[in-house]
């Protein structure tokens, strides 16, 4: 006997990007009654609500249409720390010292693996609340603090990939690890957690200022075992970090050849930041396809600069969002894309002129692609995973005004991109579970309660 899954007919106004807007004009998609057909979790039709009604008379309707309510695919977030929950808003100091005196500090304690799983529990929330369905997850130093993440991970639901964080030099004692104990340690994670549920594992020196060669070496030997496992790090984010690469390094060409010359660039790489690349740099990012994860709001708290997006985008380098949190100011995509297109504008000529069709492709189906998960989310086509976020605006709020006097479905996207907040995300699902869901007591319902 055959077992079918019960299909639900989710009724909503959807917006997404399955083409990429940076080549294709039309690339925005809206439809103002569509009906999705879920099924087992994968989107198995979809078309006009009326027509897809009639075709599946069966389903079970969900409607998602009131309040203003726009379905977007779920967001992904290529860069962001899970144990800097607790620090997000230290602002004011420049890379190297913010590290020291913010990040380092709070990273220590997740030595303690009961202090970790706190941690863990309230990073998942941030996200699932932000309407992030996956994300790439830079970890922690200690092995206990990523068997805590990978199980908490599996109980929330939600798309990780993530890894033990790896350094051997210049951070603080008890966050260094030797070659030998790096690989041992990310192997044994591998095979514990990679493929399992939801999550898959990322190799994860922290970035060549706190790696030495033989580190970066013994990095490579897990990626080069494990072929189908991702590789993130940091690049060229500030200028001294950048300096102190180059002493440390002075073998390699730039700081992005300190990871080529290990074997880490791949297709399965994403670099985080790439605020001050040289045009080499981009040249050989392109040429292995690997990624830049852009993070707007960290680079505007740290001082990090303005992203060059038109030299990566000429260069013909995957380019997605990141939120970087803690040095991030929160877990939103939507205040990414907002604070990406705002940088972009004070770039002048320089800058890439990003419209609503764009910030939306940069936080959801770059970000899949980035991840080598194209196949599977970022978009609502046939035979992807159902992951979607809900956004219906507080009632009596700015963004429902301007939802409701929206003259076109790109306005509507603007306005969810300058005035939505994780407080607008009803629900949001993953594989088409639901992993979170406003409550009542969360809607500030009365827009003048006082009469
Ligand atoms: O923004 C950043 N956050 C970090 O935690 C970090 N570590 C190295 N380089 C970094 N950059
Ligand atoms: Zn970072």
């Known amino acids: 006997m055959t077992f079918f899954p019960p299909a639900t007919l989710y009724r909503a106004r959807i917006m997404h990007t399955p083409a990429d ?7 925005l998609q809206t439809q103002e009654d569509a009906g999705l057909l879920v099924q087992g979790g994968v989107i198995r039709a979809s078309g006009p609500f009326d027509g897809m009604r009639a075709g599946f008379p069966v389903a079970d309707v969900v409607d998602l249409r009131g309040g203003n309510g726009v ?9 962001v720390h899970y144990p800097q929950v607790r620090i997000i808003g230290g602002l004011g100091l420049p890379l190297l010292e913010w590290l020291d005196r913010v990040a380092l500090p709070e990273e220590a304690r997740l030595a303690d693996t009961g202090y970790a799983r706190s941690v863990a529990r309230e990073f998942l929330s941030g996200l699932a609340q932000a309407g992030t369905t996956t994300a790439l997850v830079f970890g922690s130093h200690f092995a206990g603090a990523m068997d805590v993440f990978f199980q908490e991970a599996r109980r929330s639901g939600l798309r990780t990939v993530a890894g033990q964080v790896v350094s051997d030099r210049l951070l603080r004692p008890e966050l260094h690890t030797t070659p030998d104990l790096a690989y041992a340690g990310g192997k044994a994670l591998i095979e514990r957690w990679h493929g399992v549920g939801r999550s898959l594992y990322a190799v994860t020196p922290r970035f060549s200022l706190s790696a030495s060669e033989g580190l970066l070496d013994a ?12 590789f993130t790090s940091h690049l060229n984010e500030n200028p001294r970090e950048i300096q102190s690469v180059r002493e440390l390094f002075p073998q390699a060409r730039d700081y992005l050849d300190t990871y080529d010359r290990a074997g880490l660039l791949s297709r399965r790489a994403v670099l985080a930041h790439n605020v001050h690349p040289t045009e080499r740099e981009l040249g050989v990012m392109a040429a292995h396809r690997c990624a830049a994860a852009h993070c707007p709001c960290s680079n505007s708290a740290l001082g990090s600069g303005l992203f060059p997006l038109r030299r ?5 380098v995957p380019v ?8 991030g100011t929160g ?7 907002l604070q990406a297109a705002f940088m972009q504008g004070l770039l002048g000529p320089e800058g890439v002129n990003l419209t609503p069709a764009h910030l939306l492709y940069l936080a959801t189906r770059a970000g899949a692609e980035a991840l080598d998960l194209g196949d599977l989310t970022g978009d609502f086509r046939v035979g992807h995973q159902f992951d979607a976020v809900l956004l219906r605006p507080l ?5 429902e005004t301007v939802l409701t006097h929206a003259p076109d479905p790109e306005r509507a996207l603007a306005a969810l991109f300058s005035l939505g907040t994780s407080a607008d995300v009803a629900q949001v699902w993953v ?7 406003r409550s009542a007591t969360d809607v500030r319902s009365a827009p003048y309660p006082h009469g």
Not at 21 to 27: Q, V
Not at 395 to 399: D, K, V
Not at 431 to 437: A, F, I
């Open 331 to 337: 877990f939103s995509l939507l205040k990414e894309g």
């Open 21 to 27: 807007p940076f080549g294709d004009a039309s690339a």
């Open 320 to 327: 997605a969002l990141g939120t970087d949190v803690g040095a």
């Open 431 to 437: 594989g088409g579970d639901v992993v979170h869901e």
């Open 71 to 79: 379905l977007l695919p779920g967001f992904v977030d290529t860069h």
């Open 395 to 399: 009632s009596g709020s700015a963004l």
């Open 312 to 316: 990566h985008l000429t260069a013909g």
């Open 219 to 230: 990095c490579a030997a897990l990626t080069r075992e494990f072929p189908d496992v991702r």
